[in-house]
């Protein structure tokens, strides 16, 4: 076993107990509405903005939209974060979320409801580690997706987000450069078909993603034939093969509003439906299943990391002194040269 392996399976085994501690409990609306009162009163008094992605809680998404901040993907964060005027950034998503806000914009305070919000991509990348598997491989560009720590994006050539992946490996491809792409085995083994590169993987995995099963796609397929499936390229290989469309959690959302099917099936975590349902009113979405031979069903195509990010939570966050995101000034200067090569790259593919 890798030590990717095993600290992935130490990962597994904690789930259950984030899973746990995860308030299920439905907010009263009278509390909720206090609560939201409060975040508005932050915001305005210290010049804040919420930053949200995709995978967080509807309400989280809803205030977010309601107070001029953003919900978007990884890479719509970080551009946000970078260009908006405010003076504080409320971050939430998950770890290394808040601290690609900082590298990019260190005069911006940046907070973020809970610092235990991570990945299992973050944490199946260890610097050390990964330091070693990048010095025995010189001849490779190391490429790293956005869900990595501060310091292997500072060990990194480039970053990428799903969004942008594919095109930077053909990119390299192109140049006939051998790359080491890190953490996502399941989007490296991806981009590596589609572009051709030469690509050595590192052995990491979303515990979300991971979790979809293509049996359980083709059962519902019988029930639901007309549908399209829309898959994001961090799930297992046999569950792409299924897909109608291949894409990051925008590029997910354009497709349904593009295709002209009225039902999909999405293979992604399911707090994308608060998006797909206002971009596509009018259309279906089933989640894809989790359960099936082989599932363990830890995730529930919702990542329990997401979920930590609530109202209660993001109503206190100016209230504590342990969700502040700093990061080593050394690290996040070597870190904003991939990141911001990821940002002009990203620009170049704006039609
Ligand atoms: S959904 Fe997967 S990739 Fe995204 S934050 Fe959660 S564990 Fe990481």
């Known amino acids: 076993m890798s030590i990717a392996q095993e600290k992935l399976a130490e990962i597994r085994t904690q789930v259950q107990s984030h899973l746990d501690r995860r308030q299920t409990g439905a907010l009263s609306a009278a509390r909720r509405a206090a609560l939201e009162s409060t975040i508005r009163g932050h915001l305005s008094a210290h010049n804040a903005v919420i930053v949200a992605h995709y995978y967080t809680a509807p309400e989280i998404q809803a205030l977010a939209e309601a107070t001029g901040g953003c919900v978007s993907d990884s890479l719509e964060m970080a551009r946000f974060g970078r260009d908006h005027p405010a003076e504080t950034l409320i971050v939430a998503g998950v770890r290394f979320m808040g601290e690609t806000a900082k590298i990019l914009t260190p005069s911006k305070r940046v907070l973020m409801p809970t610092l235990e919000a991570t990945c299992s991509l973050d944490e199946g990348c260890p610097i050390d580690a990964f330091s070693r598997f990048c010095d025995a491989h010189p001849e490779r560009e190391v490429v790293v997706y956005a869900n990595t720590s501060a310091a292997v994006k500072a060990r990194a050539d480039w970053v990428v987000t799903s969004s942008i992946a594919l095109d930077v490996a053909e990119h390299l491809a192109a140049q006939d450069k051998p790359i080491i792409w890190a953490p996502d085995k399941h989007l490296g083994d991806y ?41 994001h390229p961090e799930s297992p290989a046999n569950v792409i093969a299924l897909a109608d469309h291949v894409g990051s959690t925008t590029q997910i959302i354009r497709a349904a509003q593009s295709l002209p099917h009225s039902t999909f099936i999405v293979a992604t975590d399911q707090g994308i439906f608060y998006k797909l349902q206002q971009a596509a009113p009018d259309k279906q979405f089933i989640i894809a299943p989790t359960a099936g031979k082989g599932a363990t069903c830890r995730s529930c195509a919702n990542c329990p990391w997401m979920a930590m990010n609530d109202l209660e939570s993001m109503a206190s966050v100016f209230d504590r002194d342990d969700n502040e995101i700093h990061v080593p000034t050394d690290i996040a200067t070597a870190a904003m040269r991939p990141l911001e090569r990821m940002l002009a790259f990203a620009e170049t593919l704006k039609p």
């Open 191 to 231: 981009v590596q078909r589609e572009s051709g590169a030469d690509v050595l993987l590192w052995d990491g995995a979303c515990i979300v993603h991971e979790e979809f099963k293509a049996r359980g796609i083709l059962d519902l397929k019988q029930v639901h034939p007309d549908a399209a499936v829309l898959v």
